[in-house]
């Protein structure tokens, strides 16, 4: 037998070793009752007093969110195996059917030549060489300066908005590529969108903003391969958040350019950082984490590694205030105030972006911080998404959401549809108007609760990593592999006349918390390095 990938060997072990353990197991429980006359077991003394320690609306909250979470649990417990794991590693005919995705190969002007002018100059972006070195995975991270991560490999100082270039490298890497458009269900446009924004972002009027796009958009419809669906079997990646390329559905008329809006920009679909949600064609995929293994087992070892790590604290929080953010769903403030509050129980690394601060972009400080917490909070920023919340899943620390639109609306290729299994959720206004301990509602949750999302979280780590673009995992399916999927999926709904519109899924109540602020937020964003 196979030892199997998420079991971690534990079906090697003899039935009889396990006999063995359950009798004695027996023994110790009836010697237990029977000598010691000990009361029932029930949860552990310092979950209760700290629940009771409480107000009793919080107490009740705790309560009901217990309740809430057994349900899940006896759901989880009742699903099969996740098969869905894991790739199929070869690329002949019979895996491929279906499969087949043709990258057109862009005049360089498209992606190359727009990072072959990435140092920093007065009006452009900052200096970006250094994070697009290694396929655009950033410079390796070294033991001794950047600390926590010995002797573990595919570690990088990964940039957030570096999605474009990592994955057009990776897509090279896809097995079932081919040169025969006629045979592909889907075409890969390795456009730099990304890049293309920030290098005209500031001070550039529309026309330049948008000349990238246009050209590109006039190229691709004067190619053969546009003809057959119009461009709706197309797909490219834009890796910053959608609001960043829809100027004229934008709230401020001065922020990005119009990529999504032109009407070839609307017929293809456009993977991003965060989706707009603007019943659109972009869909949301992962940012880049630090983690870009290069093998199952590189994998198979992180993920060894962060399930027996001893958490010490309770929870973390790494980030800036957002002061320019309105009062009312400044949630941050909150969380940063209860975890000043609660010393023993809440860790944070602070970074002012005034000061220049450096101490929450340094990946080993960060990485170490989330492998030492249970639970990692992360309250939207400048926008609903957020970074940090992959890189703590990566650290096998359980995310606690503030608002719905930070994951459970956008990530729905990569991230469970039952958010209960790996995350904690807390309403923004809870914290905010009615003064909800976050502390007292984590405390709540059982251990062996908290094992489980912790063991979910751990089983995710694949799924929102992006490998070593430059290797190949062998059958462990990736960020990318992911997407893609989830892209083929699409484009044979569109074919198969499911979509009227312009592609994307028709969402539920898109978060108008945001949409009617996102100007305010990106306005103080800085064009590259901001608070993950
Ligand atoms: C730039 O484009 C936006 C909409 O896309 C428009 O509202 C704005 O007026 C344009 N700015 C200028 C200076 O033309
Ligand atoms: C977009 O797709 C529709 C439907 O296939 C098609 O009619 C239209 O011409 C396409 N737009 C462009 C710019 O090709
Ligand atoms: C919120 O609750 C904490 C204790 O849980 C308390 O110290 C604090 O004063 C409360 N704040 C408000 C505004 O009620």
């Known amino acids: 037998m196979e030892r199997t990938f998420f079991h971690g060997g534990k079906r090697w072990w003899p039935p009889r070793l396990l006999l063995f353990a359950a009798l004695a197991w027996l023994l110790m429980v009836y010697l237990h009752l029977a000598v010691f006359h000990s009361p029932p077991v029930t949860a552990p003394p310092h979950a209760s007093s700290l629940v009771a320690a409480v107000a009793s609306s919080d107490r009740e909250d705790g309560r009901r969110f217990l309740l809430r979470q057994q349900e899940q649990l006896k759901k989880i417990a009742a699903l099969p195996a996740e098969d869905e794991q894991r790739r199929l590693p070869r690329g002949d005919e019979e895996t491929c059917r279906g499969r087949y995705v043709y990258m057109h190969d862009l005049p360089p002007r498209f992606n190359a030549d727009i990072i072959r002018n990435c140092r920093k100059t007065e009006d452009h972006w900052a200096d970006m060489c250094r994070f697009l070195r290694n396929a655009g995975l950033g410079r390796p991270l070294a033991d001794r300066i950047d600390g926590v991560i010995k002797s573990e490999a595919g570690w990088y100082d990964t940039h957030q ?255 469970p549809g039952d958010h209960h299994r790996y995350s904690v959720y807390i309403p923004d206004a809870d914290v905010r108007q009615r003064n909800v301990s976050i502390e007292a509602v984590l405390r709540a949750i059982p251990p062996a609760t908290v094992e489980r999302m912790r063991e979910e979280v751990i089983r995710l780590i694949p799924r929102v990593l992006y490998a070593d673009p430059r290797s190949k995992l062998e059958t462990v399916k990736d960020a990318v592999d992911i997407a893609i999927d989830g892209i083929l999926g699409t484009v044979a709904r569109i074919r198969n006349g499911e979509y009227v519109d312009s592609g994307g899924p028709v969402t539920e109540d898109p978060p108008n918390l945001f949409s009617s602020t996102e100007s305010v937020f990106r306005q103080k964003e800085s064009s590259v390095q901001t608070d993950r």
Request: charged share 20%; with cysteine; aromatic share 12%.
């Open 161 to 415: 908005f570096a999605l474009d270039a990592i994955f057009h490298n990776r897509m090279k890497q896809y097995e079932c590529l081919t040169t025969d458009s006629s045979k592909a269900s889907a075409v890969f446009v390795p456009f730099y969108a990304g890049f293309d924004f920030v290098r005209y972002h500031w001070g550039y009027d529309n026309a330049t903003r948008d000349a990238a796009s246009y050209d590109l958009t006039n190229w691709l419809m004067s190619q053969p391969e546009w003809r057959r669906m119009g461009g709706r079997d197309h797909f490219l990646v834009a890796g910053r958040t959608g609001w960043d390329f829809r100027r004229s559905n934008n709230v401020d008329p001065d922020w990005g350019n119009d990529l999504l809006v032109m009407p070839a920009g609307r017929n293809m679909s456009v993977l991003v950082l965060e989706s707009a949600m603007l019943h659109g064609n972009d869909y949301p995929v992962p940012y880049p984490t630090y983690f870009h293994p290069r093998s199952d087992a590189d994998v198979l070892r992180w993920q060894d590694r962060v399930r027996s790590q001893r958490r010490t604290w309770l929870m973390a929080f790494v980030g800036a205030p957002r002061p320019d953010v309105p009062i009312n769903i400044r949630v941050r403030d909150h969380v940063i105030a209860q975890c000043k509050a609660s010393t023993t129980a809440c860790t944070m690394l602070g970074c002012a972006r005034a000061t220049g601060s450096t101490q929450c972009h340094t990946p080993g400080n960060i990485m170490r911080l989330f492998q030492k917490t249970i639970f990692c909070l992360q309250p939207p920023g400048d926008t609903c998404t957020r970074r940090s919340a992959f890189d703590s899943m990566v650290a096998g620390c359980i995310p606690v959401f503030f608002h719905t639109g930070s994951a459970y609306k956008q990530y729905r290729w990569h991230l």
